[in-house]
C-alpha cells in the first residue's frame, strides 16, 4: 500500500482534506512518502490555524489518529526527519525558494515563513523610540491622566505609545483601551503643534470599525482641544481590508510596499482578531516614519485564519520592562515602575502595556467575576461566582428537549423589544440599534446547539408563534437579520456587517449601518454571501459587545469548546450573561486551552 494510498483513506475518514493530499502529493511527488506524510500534516495544521509544523509533532502518540498512525507505520523506523526533510528538493532553510522551508526545528509553508519573519523584524528591528521634549511629555501626561492611582496604567500606556514607533496596548473589558487612546491622540495633536500629523483608525470588522468612531467620538468633547486641534482629530475608523485598499474579485491591495498608505499615525483596534497574513500586509503597506497603536485582548479568541499574533506579542508583557526603560517611564508617568534586567525581547518588551484595572466591572459584577474566573481557569471561583447573588448572571442546563426549548422561548424574550421595532415600521437605524442589544452565541456551526440549527430552530418558532411571515420558497422575510460571510469591497460590506431585511416602501432590501454611523440598503440579490443571524458563532461576535449576550455550548464536549472562547463569549455581555451549559462540559472547556502553533515568540528571542 502506498502512501498516497493511506493519505487517501485519511480523507475519507475526515482526518486529513483532500486539499491537503494534493498539496502533499504535488510537492513531494511519489517517490518521497516521509516528505508527503510531514507535507499533508503541514497542510491540515494550516487549515486549523497553526503557522508551523513542530518536528517534535511527527511521532505517534495516543492522540494519533488510526490512520495516520497507519501512515508512520508505512515509514517503519525512526526517522530523521531533519536530514530526511532536507534532502527534498521541496525544503530548504529559507536559503532559496521551495515550498516549504525548515527553520530552527519547525516545518513552514513558504509564505508563512516569510510572513512570520517580517512581523518578528518589525516589531524587535523597526521599533525605533523617539525624540521627545521630557518636561512637555510629562506636562501633557500630567494634564491629561488626572489620578490618585499609585501606577495609573492608562497614563503609562501613552507614555509607552509616545516614545515608541510601535506600541501594544492589551486589556480585558472596561479596562479604558479607547479612552487611554482618545487621549493618546489627543497627546499627539497638542505636540504636533503646527505640523500636520494625519492620523487613521481601523479594525478588522465593520462593527469594530464602528464601535472604535462611537468610543472615540464619545470621549472627543471632554479631551482638552482647541477648535482647531478638534478638527485634526480623526472621526472615522475603517475595516482593515477598506484602509488598505482591497480589490474586488481579487487578492491584490491599493496599498503595498510599492504604494504606502498616507498617513502619520494609525491605530488599530482588536488586534487579537488579525490574522498572521493580514499583519503581514498592514505592516507592509506602512510608510517607515509611521507611529502604530495596536488595541486589543490578548485572553481573546485568536484569528480564524493562521496565527495568533496579539497573543505571541503579548506574551513578554508579563515579563515586564528592561531597567531602562522601566526608569524612563517612571520618570515621565511619576510611578514606581520595576524593571526586568533580563534582555531577551527588549524591544518588544520595551513596547508593551497591559492595562490592569476594569473601570467598567466592579466586585458587584457577575459577568466581570466570571470573566476573571474563567480567565483564571479557577473551576471552583466559576462555581461560587453562579451560587452568588449576582443579578447580571444565570447559568441554564441544556441537556433535555425541554430545557432546549425552554432555551428558545428565553431567545424570542431577549429579541422581543426588536420583532416589535420591526413590526411598528420603526426606522432602520432603530431597529437595527434594537437588534444588537441580544445576541445568541454559539461555539459550534452545526448541528443543534451550532449556529446552522439554532437558526433554523428560531425561525421555525418564529413562524408558529407568527412573529415573522416567511414567504414560501423564499429565504428572505422582513425582520431577517443577515452576517455578510465574504467582502465585497465594491459595496463596502465586509465579512461580519450585519444586516437587517426591512421592506421601506422600495420592497425588501436589506439595511447595514455604516462605520461613520449612516445606514445604506442593498438588494437581497446583491448581497455578497451571507447568512441568517439570530445566532452567531463566537468567532463572529469578536468586535462586537450586546447588552445581553447568551451563550449555547454543546451538550458533549468540542474541541473547539475552549477557555478563550468562553471568556471572549462572557466579555461580550455588557449588562447581562445567559449561559447555557452542562457544568461538565463548562469545566472541561476552561481549563482547555486554545492552541495556535507558531515560532514567533522563539523568533523574536533570536533577533
Given at each position: ?19 491537503d ?24 495544521d ?9 518536528l ?35 525544503v ?7 515550498p ?18 517580517a ?17 512637555q ?7 491629561l ?26 486589556g ?14 489627543a ?18 470588522t ?5 464601535r ?27 475595516t ?97 515602575i520595576?524593571?526586568?534586567?533580563s534582555l ?13 484595572k ?9 459577568i ?23 443579578s ?9 428537549g ?38 445568541l ?55 461580519g ?5 426591512l ?7 436589506v ?45 458533549q ?40 502553533r ?10
Amino acid at each position: 500500500m502506498t502512501m498516497q494510498t493511506l493519505l487517501l483513506e485519511a480523507v475519507e475518514q475526515r482526518v486529513l482534506r483532500q486539499l491537503d493530499v494534493q498539496f502533499a502529493m504535488m510537492v513531494a511527488g511519489h517517490d518521497r512518502p516521509a516528505v508527503m506524510l510531514a507535507a499533508a500534516i503541514l497542510s491540515k495544521d494550516a487549515g486549523d490555524g497553526h503557522v508551523c509544523l513542530p518536528l517534535s509533532r511527527l511521532v505517534v502518540d495516543d492522540k494519533t489518529s488510526a490512520p495516520l498512525q497507519a501512515c508512520f507505520a508505512m515509514l517503519g523506523e525512526t526517522i530523521d526527519w531533519q536530514n530526511t526533510l532536507l534532502g527534498s528538493s521541496a525544503v530548504s532553510t529559507g536559503d532559496a525558494a521551495t515550498p516549504l522551508i525548515l527553520s530552527a526545528g519547525r516545518l513552514y509553508l513558504n509564505r508563512m515563513w516569510r510572513y512570520e519573519l517580517a512581523i518578528a523584524r518589525f516589531f524587535n528591528e523597526a521599533n525605533q523610540p523617539l525624540q521627545y521634549d521630557a518636561k512637555q511629555l510629562q506636562h501633557t501626561l500630567d494634564t491629561l491622566f488626572a489620578s490618585t492611582e499609585s501606577v495609573n496604567w492608562q497614563k503609562v500606556a501613552a507614555a509607552v505609545a509616545l516614545t515608541r514607533r510601535i506600541s501594544v496596548i492589551s486589556g480585558g473589558p472596561g479596562t479604558g483601551k479607547t479612552t487611554t487612546v482618545a487621549k493618546l491622540l489627543a497627546a499627539l495633536i497638542q505636540m504636533a503643534g503646527e505640523q500636520k500629523c494625519r492620523i487613521r483608525l481601523a479594525a478588522p470588522t465593520g462593527k469594530a470599525a464602528a464601535r472604535l468612531t462611537q468610543s472615540l467620538g464619545g470621549t472627543l468633547h471632554s479631551l482638552p482641544l482647541t477648535d482647531a486641534q478638534r478638527q485634526r482629530f480623526p472621526n472615522e475608523a475603517s475595516t482593515l481590508h477598506r484602509l488598505l485598499g482591497a480589490q474586488p474579485g481579487s487578492q491584490r491591495l491599493r496599498y503595498h510596499a510599492g504604494n504606502p498608505l498616507h498617513l502619520d499615525v494609525l491605530v488599530v483596534d482588536e488586534a487579537s482578531m488579525i490574522d498572521l497574513t493580514m499583519m503581514s500586509r498592514l505592516i507592509d503597506a506602512l510608510p517607515p516614519h509611521a507611529r502604530v497603536i495596536f488595541l486589543g485582548d490578548r485572553d481573546q479568541l485568536a484569528s480564524v485564519e493562521a496565527g495568533a499574533v496579539l497573543g505571541d506579542i503579548c506574551h513578554y508583557a508579563s515579563v515586564g520592562y528592561t531597567t531602562p526603560r522601566a526608569k524612563e517611564l517612571a520618570q515621565l508617568t511619576n510611578a514606581p515602575i520595576e524593571g526586568e534586567p533580563s534582555l531577551v525581547a527588549g524591544a518588544l518588551r520595551d513596547s508593551l502595556c497591559l492595562l490592569q484595572k476594569s473601570y467598567r466591572f466592579g466586585s458587584d459584577s457577575g459577568i466581570g467575576q466570571l470573566a476573571a474566573a474563567v480567565n483564571r481557569g479557577d473551576r471552583q471561583a466559576i462555581k461560587a461566582v453562579f451560587s452568588g447573588s449576582f443579578s447580571d448572571i444565570e447559568k441554564k442546563q441544556l441537556q433535555t428537549g425541554e430545557e432546549y426549548l425552554a432555551m428558545l422561548d428565553d431567545a424570542l424574550l431577549g429579541y422581543q423589544r426588536y420583532l416589535t421595532c420591526v413590526q411598528q415600521q420603526e426606522s432602520p437605524e432603530a431597529v437595527i440599534a434594537a437588534f444588537g442589544e441580544y445576541q445568541l452565541l454559539c461555539a459550534l456551526r452545526e448541528g443543534p446547539f451550532g449556529v446552522a440549527g439554532l437558526n433554523e430552530r428560531l425561525e421555525q418558532v418564529l413562524v408558529q408563534k407568527r412573529k415573522m411571515a416567511r414567504q414560501q420558497h423564499s429565504r428572505w422575510y422582513e425582520g431577517r437579520p443577515v452576517m455578510i460571510s465574504r467582502n465585497d469591497s465594491a459595496l463596502g460590506l465586509f465579512n461580519g456587517d450585519i444586516g437587517i431585511a426591512l421592506d421601506r416602501g422600495q420592497g425588501l432590501r436589506v439595511w447595514f449601518q455604516m462605520p461613520d454611523g449612516s445606514v445604506k440598503s442593498v438588494q437581497p440579490s446583491r448581497l455578497p454571501e451571507h447568512e441568517t443571524a439570530w445566532a452567531m458563532t463566537v468567532h463572529k461576535s469578536q468586535g462586537s459587545e450586546f447588552d445581553h449576550a447568551a451563550l449555547i455550548l454543546p451538550a458533549q464536549m468540542s474541541p473547539v469548546v475552549t477557555r478563550e472562547l468562553v471568556y471572549t463569549a462572557i466579555t461580550r455581555a455588557r449588562k447581562r450573561l445567559s449561559l447555557y451549559a452542562d457544568d461538565r462540559v463548562l469545566a472541561q472547556a476552561v481549563t482547555t486551552r486554545t492552541e495556535r502553533r507558531s515560532g514567533l515568540s522563539a523568533i523574536f528571542e533570536a533577533l
